[in-house]
């Protein structure tokens, strides 16, 4: 490449300058088939120990259900997935590039891992259609916000969001007058706009109807496969209409691992978990 | 025990409840049921005093206290255990419990002692702050909290919501058993049908912030739960 | 009341903020000399009406109300400003719009502007005698000069250094100290004012501290237990009036040097005293310096006018010079070419009382100095609004006339 | 002699009479306007040994002795009830006149008080003391010594080995060792070595500067060396003086820190209130002082005690009208509060202006505030600063207690965690809510109380203190009584150890910089708020 | 929250741009056209004090894009704006030339003054308005740009940050008073001859100075709006409601608070350099904190996170200081404290929202009126 062909690819409109782009986070690398790597994590709160020599590895396209008593861990496990919390010890990788604890939130975000908090927490101020937008998969820069314009199929897809989420009427209402069971699924809309490639989900149906908890599952469902899901849930009829694989969490480690059946079947899993 | 006539509770200009009727029943367990969004938390908050009524009554024991400031009625002897938890987070677990005890009729400055008997967890995180709990141990909390002052009725905003799978059989056999023995008036927002079955006595469902089905609750049927439960 | 009826005065003194405190009393002052003018029939057969504004310690604040005055109220001279900020704020107004204002502060001097009227003592009138005092009557050899940091003692304390070397003091028996605006914490210093001062040679500061620092700094040296027998404190910025708000016992004998005390004795001075305490209902407010400055600025600017059979600025301007009124020490003091004025000097040693008794005080009167003798800079710039030279920044050396914007 | 040159450098001096004349010459000297004569006088009062000099050079000290202009007569003078002056003679049937008879009434600026300079006040007090060195007290006596030090005449001199052949008092003992072995320096006489080993262990400066003039003047090098190292000795205990000494005024400062912050620690930093006012809540506090050292004008030594429950009351009731009538609608709005409070600062300082006048009022020190308390002569420690720092621990201390302990200091916690919340457990929010605010502007105004004895009672005092009142709460941890009290005391000191080396000014601006680059370490202050509530 | 606020020229924006065309074109017509005599007549006084307000609507206006839409209460920004103002007041400064008092031909007077023997060097370049217009933008920005650099990084936010705007402000405050910094001290920077070759007293300039800051005031506005509008604007909203779950949909909240926080104090600096010449003195006390905080009320008087809230607010309170200090000046404090007052209590949104509601309610009883 001659010198002006340099400057020339430099002053391209349609190219911005690489110091401007969206740090791309190294490929995933998901050749041996697991999307996750949890090993050998603790973390401790003032000598509480809240997870335990941690180990847990998620295939690609998987949906792993995550169970146990409250006060297990699972939620600091999701903290430190995302980066919220930082680990004692142990490692974490997403695939067999990329090391997660070396990455800020946004970092972990972008990379494709997305998050459904417990406590549902939208941007109240913001409208709900305001909300998705910004949830939506893109660029996330600066430079890159202030000259975004949404193009007729990003705002198609934003409509699809709100008609699965069922909240197409209230898209122009401000995300905090919702009710408490519409923001969990304004923040399922959110995680579905963020297209990751993994999904981890806090107890989704916590305050659904059974019925809006049978669609949750479809959902669920129909992600798994392209995408690999990490749901943490206690209700039980959920857990098992999906019929997946289950991990038993116990005081911050894994205390049963298998099928919904085995685990039931666990003595101890029944002991301090689903009781009689 | 509880009755409410004409009830209406506007968020600025949208009109939210619409001449709702409600009757708890002494010693009885009503539960309130409904889709997302029809309104039970907004009507509990009512009860409460958090939010203004528009118009219409709300009888406790036969007074009227529409009127009545927020911090007048947990004395009177109604207890709220919030949708969300609402634990103090700075709080320790204790702290949490201590901060009714003023309001208990016999004005006793001691957690009773049956609290922890049925939350074994709590009387482990005494001295943790309230907010660092899990989200199913702040369940616990709170239900426990408004149990510490010694309430005549008990209003839970789908109190099992994030609590792990035999604690939430034991806070039906509590609810029950408060029910039961001490004559507790349980209103109970629940959106599981089999806990609701399980624990309730009667029923009421809401639909768009109005009142549309109520009895007992053998009386309902899968019409009722495909008109108004489902989506 | 219609244009021609009256005459207008601006007022231009902070009546909030941090410079309230000193000077809303020069408001009242105006106010009371504008109204015993009034009662003798005015001036030139018009009444005198004053224009009372609040620039709130604020310095831009300052020139936009000054404008205002001339410009809206078409006030015939304005009486104002305390800081020396605030006259540099206010100065290219009048100059731009060829008006009049009266300076009642002490300052540091080095500006001599065709449309002020310098009232305050200039350096030379202030702490050169001070320190003459300090040297020749208590024998001092050691000195802390303890200022604000602010260009008014910045500028004082260069003049005094270069004087005090001139003297032959060593400079290792000067120290300098500097401290911020409302500075409330001496313990430090002041324990190093002790320790410089127990080398056994005698030890004075001169102290050009503004304002509400005053207090705590003094409270620190009562409690440090140094007396004003050991250490004498010289103060150019303490009066009366600072004094009333200060419990005085502990600072009975430190001294402050002015043009003008309360206790002095003159016939003018009981009058005044007498009709200020009346004029303000409350016969324990007192009088001070710069109130005197304007009894006399104001009376000059009447005189000017009576000459001038006018009150047009640029006439009474004009005028101003050579007017001479009785000030209150019971002499005359009279307008010079350089728009300062001639004060006598007074040394006064404060008594439990919150009077200051006269200890010392220059024989004659002293004319202002616009440009100190003592600096490099001016020392060869002379000012002279008269004709020919009409000039108030005059390089003798040079034979230049700069800086000027009118 | 010093006093001879300064007179006569003033003129004529009027001869010296008989001893017999001495006294009632004296009298009539005194009443003159001009410096000499008085310098003449007292010396002449002095000479005459006449039993009523002490009590006379004592009222002209305490400035109560007056002139009338016209003839220049000594004379005692009154206020009366209705404002008139009254005068009296002096001397009545040649005794001091006590019962004031004879009173006349005058013009009121027809009497001057008889006026004293530095000069004849030194004169004076120089004169007392040798007269003092019998004096009964102890403390008297070493104070009639110290102002002897360095400037002992052959006569005094004489006074002084008198005396301690005499004295009974070890304190007073060394000093007039110390005195002698000083003035033996100074002439260089006997036994040298033994004078300054008596000197190397004081540390008075006279002691030291007659060393190191001794040190550089003497030729005997055994001795020259012997004073180098006696002033080494010196120096290293008077730098271990100056540690402790800074430390002092570092605790000194950063307490009137912490009073200053600490009401804001539970307006703001418990309740959340961006109280713009608190500065005028202190100032209220300080002008509170002064309106009861008004009322009190004969007990200003108790009025202080009185001033503090006062200020807490009169600044707890002006808090709580704030947040009845103001505050109370602003909560869940918690920068409005900010707004709401800067307007309402603006308006009580100029409520003050107009009702106490924009002038600084006068509050005294009470006699058992003012002084030191003497460790060593390089090391004492004020006392009314080490007051306040006792009174900001206790004030502490309380407070700690008060939000730990009480069921109101638990409501005051719940409540503004989640007012709501509170409200539905039967917590009574609006009652708690004044009652803490009340307990917060109370304490501001306590807090004045003892700025009251700093620095200026004026309308800007206020001011002055907010900045620096936020700053601490935050530095500390928004929320934390601890931290307040630890962020207070250690700006304190930080401040005061770099002030000799960076000046105030830049030492000022060092801390800002510390503090900011600081918070970027702990972004939450010193003690932050831990745990998950408070991550997000 | 709705579809309006995604379009840059909403309605306010359209009336708001549209008046202040109409004021910047009729306040210089009145003021050189209309004969003295005429009660129309505006003086150059008007016109000078109706400048300073726009600029200070500039700065209002400033505060508003980091304190409304971006949540984080600066309590500071009059040190961007004193900076912005001492940059201009030092390129004033070496216009005088030999000038000055002691005709110096390089040193300010202050430096002739302190005896200092040359220029220090970060006056250099000052003398050249390009360079000068440089630094009114780079200085404050840079000064931003570090300050959010180290304290958005480490998440310092809510209170603590504000009172670290305000130790900032405090510190250069302090720092600009000490003489030995060379920016005059006290007394800062006065007696300015000239502006690029034009007289700063003729009344040319004057109006010339009035009409850049009303088009500065445009611009900037527009510049906000267009952020506001933009998906950064609403990413800031995100940040300013909750700004950690912001971070979990994979945005760098430092970058974007940095990026807006040192435009802000970009515009708080261009605001301080028109300031400085229409009133002739730039001065240390523009640092003090008491005037950041004030900057914060006139912004929430107007109605936050509303733009032409905060240039109604900054206009409203000066000219309530400007008329009431000489109307009634020894009682004006009380009647401004309770302007603040009132205001906060009874308008929660600001005058703005007192506006909207009464707008809404007309609509309401328009409504009923057509049912
Ligand atoms: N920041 C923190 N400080 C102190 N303790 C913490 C903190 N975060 C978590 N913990 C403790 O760690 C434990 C695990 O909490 P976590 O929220 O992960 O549980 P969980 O499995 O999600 O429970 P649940 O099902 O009830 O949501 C709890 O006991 C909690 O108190
Ligand atoms: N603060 C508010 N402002 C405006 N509208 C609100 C507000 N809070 C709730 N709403 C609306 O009021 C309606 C009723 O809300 P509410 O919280 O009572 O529902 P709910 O029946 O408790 O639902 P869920 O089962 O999801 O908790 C919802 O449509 C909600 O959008
Ligand atoms: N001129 C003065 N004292 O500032
Ligand atoms: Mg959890
Ligand atoms: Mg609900």
Redesign the interface.
Known sequence: MNMTDAFYEYGRRDQVFEFLKPVQSPMLDVAKGYILYLEDISVSFDGFKAINDLNLYIKEGELRCIIGPNGAGKTTMMDIITGKTRPDSGSAWFGQSINLLNMSEPEIAQAGIGRKFQKPTVFEQLSVFSNLELSMSGAKGVFATLTARLTGEQKDQIDQVLAQIGLLDQRWLDAGSLSHGQKQWLEIGMLLMQNPKLLLVDEPVAGMTHQEMDRTGELLTSLAGQHSIVLVEHDMDFVRSLAKQVTVLHQGSVLAEGSMEQVQQDPRVVEVYLGE | MLSIKGLNQFYGQSHTLWDLDLEVIEGACTCLMGRNGVGKTTLLQCIMGLLPVKSGSIEFNGAPIEKLISEKRAPMGIGYVPQGRQIFPLLTVEENLQVGLPARPDRSNKIPEFIFELFPVLAEMMNRRGGDLSGGQQQQLAIGRALAIDPKLLILDEPTEGIQPNVVAEIGDIIRRLNEEIGLTVLLVEQKLPFARKVADNFCILDRGRQVATGEMTALDDTLIKRYLTV | AKKEDTIKVGVLHSLSGTMAISETTLKDTMLMLIEEQNKKGGVLGKKLEAVVVDPASNWPLFAEKARELIQKHEVSAVFGCWTSVSRKSVLPVFEELDNLLFYPVQYEGEESSKNVFYTGAAPNQQAIPAVDYLMNDLGVKRWVLAGTDYVYPRTTNKILEAYLKAKGVDAKDITINYTPFGHSDWQSIVADIKKFGSTGKKTAVVSTINGDANVPFYKELANQGISAEDIPVVAFSVGEEELSGIDTAPLVGHLAAWNYFMSVEADENDDFIEAWQAFVGSDKRVTNDPMEAHYIGFNMWIKAIEKAGTADPAAVREAMIGISVPNLTGGYSAMMPNHHITKPVLIGEIQDDGQFETVWQTSGLVPGDAWSDFLEGSKSIAADWQAPLMCGNYNVKTAKCSGQNY | M?LAL?SSAHGTVVEEPLAADQFNQGLTLLGSKK?PQKEQAVRLLLASKDPRTQTILQMLLD?QLYRQ?KTNAVVFMQKAED?ATHVAPLLVDGEINRSYAGLLAVKK?SV??V?????L??QI?QGLATLGLAAEDPANRAAAIEALI?ELTPETNGLLVERLALETDDDVRELITIALAVDNLNKESTDLAADIAVLADSLQ??A??AL??FADATENPELKQQAEKALARIDQKVKYSGFA??LF?GL??GS?LVLAAIGLAIT?GVMGV?N?AHGELIMLGAYTTYVVQLLMPNHIGLSILVAIPAAFIVSGVVGIAIERF?IR??YG?P??T???T??????L???V??VF?????????PDWM???LMINPVL?L????LYIVLFCLIVFALLFALLRYT?LG??V??VS??R??????????SRVDALTFGLGSGVAGVAGVALS????????LG??YI?DS??VV?FGG??NLWGTLVAGLSLGVA??IM??MA????A??LV??F???F???R???LFP???????? | MSVQSQNVFNRATVVFLGTLFVVAVLVPVLNMLVSPDSSFHLNTYTVTLLGKYLTYALLAVAVDLVWGYLGILSLGHGAFFALGGYAMGMYLMRQIGDRGVYGHPLLPDFMVFLDWQELPWYWLGFDQFWFAALMIVLVPGSLAFAFGWLAFRSRVTGVYLSIMTQALTFALLLAFFRNEMGFGGNNGLTDFKELLGFNLQSDGTRIGLFLCSALALGLGYLACRFIIASKLGRVSMAVRDAESRTRFIGFKVEYIKLAVFTFSAVLAGIAGALYVPQVGIINPSEFSPLNSIELVVWVAIGGRATLYGAVIGAILVNYAKSYLTVAMPEVWLFALGALFVVVTLFLPNGLVGLFNNLKRKQKATAEEANA
């Open positions: 010093a300064t410096y400035g202009k404002g600026r001057k008080r006026g004293l300079n530095n000069a006040r030194k007090k360095g400066p006279t030291r500067n190191v003039s000494e800074t005024f000194s400062l009137v703001f961006i713009m103001v609608f602003l709005r920068l409005e900010l707004l709401a800067f307007g309402l600062s603006l308006i300082q100029q409520a202006r107009s006048s924009p002038l600084n009022r006068s509050v005294a020190t003012s002084g030191s004492s004020t006392l009314n600063r069921r638990l409501q916690r719940a965690q989640n709501a919340m509170a409200r539905a457990m039967g917590v009574r929010s004895q700093l620095t200026n009672v004026g309308p800007n001011q002055a900045i936020f700053m935050v928004v929320g401040n005061k002030e000799p000046g105030a000014v830049l000022k601006i800002l910089v503090i900011i680059l918070i970027q370490k972004p939450k202050g708020q831990k745990g998950r509530s408070a991550e997000d």
